[in-house]
């Protein structure tokens, strides 16, 4: 295969990723909202493993996608930037490692509040007085 036709491919599996891991992302206040809990949705599961894998890629990688320096392998070049997704300027692509950590601490932290154990109502009553 040529070089150029592996390096469109890797672009639309990167972009296809790339839609995976916001769905996630987006997919944890969502559950959160609803409260729904990782035991009895799987979805939520995958919504909380993907973006865990992908940041420990970013991490174990320098925080450069593992896509990045693989489309600068096959193009050659080895300093700058290589388009690896479809659609998404080269800016916003280097504020990812931060703002989708940043996402995904505030999507885990809203689903364990959402989901935290309810005080029990110790019997007291209240200082009203009850309605006849």
Known sequence: MKTATLL???VAVHTLIGVVSMASLFYLPYAAWKRRSPAKDRLLLVALAWPF???ALLYFNGWECPMQSWAKALSGQHTGWV??????PESWLKLVPWT???GY???VALLLWRLRPKKRDSGR???RQARP
């Open 8 to 10: 469109h491919i890797l």
């Open 53 to 55: 894998v992908n940041l």
């Open 83 to 88: 388009r690896d997704m479809y659609w998404v």
């Open 100 to 102: 989708y950590s940043i």
């Open 105 to 107: 601490v505030a999507g």
């Open 125 to 127: 009553r209240s200082n």
